[in-house]
C-alpha cells in the first residue's frame, strides 16, 4: 500500500489519541493514513526521516488576530504557520457582526484553519480599543443571528473587558456576550486587563467552558497578588472556567503564572495572542510562548497537549484538529527540542532561562510542506523600537543574500537538453 507522505522515526506526541511514543506517520489524500512502527516498507511518493525529531499534530493557537487589511491587530497566518506550526489559528473577536463575511473572505484564502470567535461588538477590532464603549454595537439579536448563519466559522464569542474598552458600561457586555453564547451553545473568551472591572467582578458571570483569556496578566487587578491567588479565581478553576495564557503584548507576566502555578493553578491551553503589535516581540509566535512555559518548569508534553487536544476540545472544532489520528487531516509539525540556555522574556521585560526550546523544521497541512513565506513589515501604526527595526533590517539583508546567491553551482546541475552527440557548436546550425 503505497503512501503520498512518509515521516519515518519520529517521537510522536499526539496527546488527542493517547500516543507518545517513536512512530511513523503515513499520509495518503491530505489526511492521515497509519500511525506506527515499520510502515516504511509499503512505500511512499516521499519519504522523510525525522528521526531525533518531534511529531506533532499541527498545533493550534486559541487565541490570534490574523484578519489584516480590516482591522488594527491583524496579521497574515500562512507567512508566520510555515516555520511555526500552527496550523489552526483561532480569530478571537477581530470580527464582529459587521464584518464578519469579510474574515471569511480572507480565510478562505488561506491554507491554514481560520476559526473565529464573534466579537460581541459588531464592529469589531477595528480599531486599537473601545469598540464596546456605545452599548448599541453591542446587540444581542444581531450577535445571535450572525452565530447562526456562520456555524461553520464561527465557534465562540468573543468580549474583551478593561476599562478602556468598556468605559463606563461595567459589566454589561460581559452579560450580553454570555446571553449570545447561551442562545447559540458556544463558549465566551473573556480578555482581561486594567480594571475596571475586575476579574473578581467578571468571574462569577463566568460558566464551565467559558475562556479566562490573559490569565497570567500582570495587568488585570485579581489574578494575584502579594497574598497569592484571588480565592474567586481558584473558585472558577475548580468550577470549570477554562484558563488560557493569550501571551499578547501586554497579557502575560511570570511572576503571576508561578504563583499561580505554585497554588494548583496549571493554564488548561497556552495561546500566544499573537498580532501586529507583539509578533517582532514580545511574543515573536506560538513555539516562543511553549518554550516559556518550559522555562517555568512544566513538563513538555503538558504543554503539546495544551496546544493540541485541549483548544480543540474546549472549542469542539471539526473532528480531526489537534490530532495526528487515523482519518484526521494531515497537518503536521515536526519540531527540533534544542537544549542550552535560552533567555525568554514576558509582556513586562521579566526574564526567564529555559534549558530546553521548541524549534519548528516541517509544517504541513493536509499532507503537503507550508511553503518558506515572509512576514509583512510592521504597519505605520504599530509601535517598534529601534532595536526591533534594526533587526528586521539585519533579517531582510540575510534573506535577500540567501536568494540573490546561486542556489548551486554547475556540479549541482543537470544538462536538462543534451547536446546531439558529434555536433560541433563551432560550425554552427
Not at 475562556?211 to 497569592?228: P, R, W
Request: net charge neutral; charged share 20%.
Amino acid at each position: 500500500m503505497s503512501y503520498d507522505l512518509l515521516l519515518t522515526g519520529g517521537e510522536v506526541i499526539d496527546p488527542g489519541s493517547g500516543r507518545a511514543g517513536r512512530a511513523d506517520v503515513a499520509v495518503r489524500g491530505g489526511r492521515v493514513a497509519a500511525v506506527g512502527a515499520g510502515l516504511a516498507g509499503a512505500g511512499a511518493r516521499e519519504v522523510v526521516d525525522v528521526s531525533g525529531r518531534l511529531v506533532l499534530p499541527g498545533l493550534i493557537d486559541l487565541h490570534t488576530h490574523v484578519h489584516p487589511g480590516a482591522t488594527y491587530w491583524g496579521v497574515a497566518p500562512d507567512p508566520i504557520a510555515w516555520y511555526t506550526g500552527v496550523t489552526t489559528w483561532v480569530d478571537a473577536g477581530s470580527a464582529g457582526a459587521y464584518t464578519i463575511d469579510a474574515l471569511r473572505a480572507a480565510a478562505a484564502g488561506f491554507r491554514v484553519r481560520v476559526p473565529a470567535l464573534l466579537n460581541i461588538s459588531a464592529i469589531g477590532l477595528t480599531g486599537s480599543t473601545g469598540e464596546s464603549r456605545d452599548l448599541r454595537n453591542c446587540d444581542v439579536d444581531l450577535a445571535i443571528s450572525a452565530v447562526a448563519a456562520n456555524r461553520d466559522l464561527v465557534v465562540g464569542v468573543k468580549v474583551r473587558m478593561d476599562h478602556h474598552t468598556v468605559g463606563e458600561h461595567g459589566l454589561e457586555p460581559l452579560r450580553r456576550a454570555v446571553e449570545v453564547a447561551a442562545a447559540c451553545g458556544v463558549p465566551v473568551m473573556v480578555h482581561i486587563g486594567a480594571a475596571p472591572p475586575t476579574v473578581g467582578e467578571l468571574l462569577p458571570l463566568m460558566r464551565p467552558g467559558d475562556i479566562l483569556t490573559h490569565c497570567a496578566s500582570g495587568i488585570a487587578e485579581g489574578v494575584a497578588g502579594k497574598n497569592g491567588v484571588d480565592p474567586a479565581l481558584r473558585a472558577a478553576y475548580e468550577a470549570g472556567v477554562i484558563f488560557d495564557l493569550g501571551h499578547g503584548a501586554g497579557g502575560f507576566a511570570f511572576d503571576v503564572l508561578e504563583a499561580q502555578l505554585a497554588s494548583g493553578l496549571v493554564p488548561h491551553t497556552v495561546s500566544s495572542d499573537l498580532h501586529a503589535r507583539c509578533l517582532y516581540g514580545p511574543v515573536f509566535d506560538l513555539p516562543t510562548t511553549m518554550t516559556k512555559l518550559l522555562a517555568v518548569g512544566l513538563p513538555l508534553h503538558e504543554v503539546v497537549a495544551a496546544a493540541t487536544a485541549r483548544p480543540a476540545r474546549v472549542l469542539d472544532l471539526p473532528s480531526g484538529a489537534g490530532t495526528l489520528a487515523v482519518g484526521a487531516r494531515a497537518d503536521i509539525a515536526v519540531f527540533a527540542v534544542e537544549e542550552g540556555e535560552f533567555e525568554v522574556v514576558d509582556s513586562h521585560r521579566q526574564r526567564r532561562t529555559a534549558r530546553r526550546r521548541f524549534v519548528n523544521e516541517a509544517t504541513y497541512v493536509a499532507g503537503r510542506p507550508l511553503p518558506p513565506a515572509i512576514p509583512a513589515e510592521p504597519r505605520p501604526w504599530v509601535p517598534v523600537t529601534d532595536a526591533q527595526r534594526a533587526a528586521l533590517r539585519r533579517r531582510t539583508a540575510r534573506l535577500r543574500d540567501l536568494f540573490t546567491a546561486p542556489l548551486v553551482g554547475a556540479d549541482g546541475l543537470a544538462e536538462q537538453f543534451p547536446r546531439i552527440s558529434g555536433t560541433d557548436p563551432s560550425k554552427g546550425g
